[in-house]
């Protein structure tokens, strides 16, 4: 876990097992525009917003009768 000026960011495998996926499906959420992802200084590590995280978690449940997840960009906000 990494605290930073605008929240707490996880780590890839922090944030997959905070949402029990696998680390492709966590992928599939960034490239799919579920989720961003936010990159570490000049390293290849990327970050994840705890807050955004659980909001998809929260997101997830509420969706559970389609199973089809919104684009990140109608429920996380301008970061």
Not at 47 to 64: C, S, T
């Amino acid at each position: 876990m990494t605290e930073r000026d605008s929240g707490e960011y996880l780590t890839a495998e922090e944030a997959r097992t905070l949402l029990g996926v696998k680390t492709a499906t966590l992928y599939a959420y960034v490239s799919r525009g579920l989720l961003h992802s936010y990159k570490q200084g000049v390293r290849r590590q990327r970050l994840y917003r705890r807050d955004e995280l659980e909001e998809l978690l929260r997101v997830r449940a509420d969706d559970e009768e389609t199973g089809e997840l919104p684009p990140a960009a109608t429920w996380v906000g301008e970061r």
